[in-house]
């Protein structure tokens, strides 16, 4: 049955000398993969380049229930993001991103809401000027909201270590190492209040604790959702920004 839907894409692979399967975020259908055949053929109407993580696309697709693999009928670019492949820094977090929302959504339900917070974090990351490197950070966050693992709010000055397991603020620290020392745990809380990308350069965080964030909050995803996989691409993200 042919459909209509938005797409981000994730991520590619080559399957044979000429095709390449997709994996693509649908806003109608959830995390799809799709093949494509003969695209890498000098005379294929498609070009590769289309299918970089975080390309916002609109796409007809034919799409059977259970099916491992779709069909891409049509497919166009909806958006322009000039700066994702231009600047090392957001492709990097393009990446890992893109890693991350393929673990998160793999065992989830389309959510439209979820979709739709996720393209206009990517075009805000795309047009951004100022400090980002906190983005993903926050990006993380407030993806949490949609999958159903929100931070608790109830951080106070006696609350005041992060246990990644409860997910809330407690007065002391878990002995089985899964709280948060006080400054992340402070630092965690504030990002959580402020709006995306623009506040970026308000929090001035330290840099040790920037460093300590974000592992753990991969720690987070990985003690909320099942079979949530090691970040491949954390390394290269962690050596570009720190």
């Known amino acids: 049955m042919l459909h209509s839907t938005q797409g981000i894409v994730l991520h590619g692979f080559k399957y044979s000398d000429t095709s390449l399967i997709v994996r693509i975020l649908t806003r109608q259908m959830g995390l799809q ?19 970089q993580p975080f390309h916002l696309v609109e796409m007809v697709v034919y ?12 497919i ?30 793999k065992h989830q339900e389309p959510q ?20 980002i490197s906190l983005f993903h950070i ?12 929100s931070p608790g709010e109830n951080y106070s000055a006696t609350n005041q270590y ?14 089985g190492g899964y709280s948060l020392e006080k400054d992340p745990s402070y630092y965690l809380y504030q990002i959580s209040l402020k709006k995306p990308t623009k506040d970026d350069e308000i929090i001035n965080i330290p840099q040790s604790v920037k460093k300590t964030l974000l592992p ?25 920004f720190h």
């Open 33 to 51: 993969a799709y093949l494509i055949p003969g695209i890498r053929k000098s005379k294929s109407r498609l070009k590769a380049n289309i299918f």
């Open 63 to 74: 799409h059977k229930e259970r099916s491992g693999l779709q069909r891409i009928k049509e």
């Open 76 to 105: 166009r670019l909806t958006q322009n993001l000039p700066y994702l492949s231009a600047d090392i820094r957001k492709t990097s977090l393009a990446i890992f991103l893109s890693e991350v929302l393929l673990n998160a959504f």
């Open 112 to 131: 439209a809401d979820a979709f739709d917070f996720i393209a206009n974090s990517i075009v805000e990351l795309d047009a951004a000027e100022k400090n």
């Open 138 to 149: 926050r990006f993380l966050i407030q993806l949490s909201r949609f999958l159903g693992f």
């Open 162 to 175: 992060f246990n990644l397991r409860e997910g809330i603020y407690q007065a002391t620290r878990d002995i």
């Open 216 to 240: 753990r909050l991969i720690d987070y995803y990985r003690l909320h959702l099942e079979g949530f996989r090691e970040i491949k691409s954390y390394p290269i993200l962690d050596a570009v």
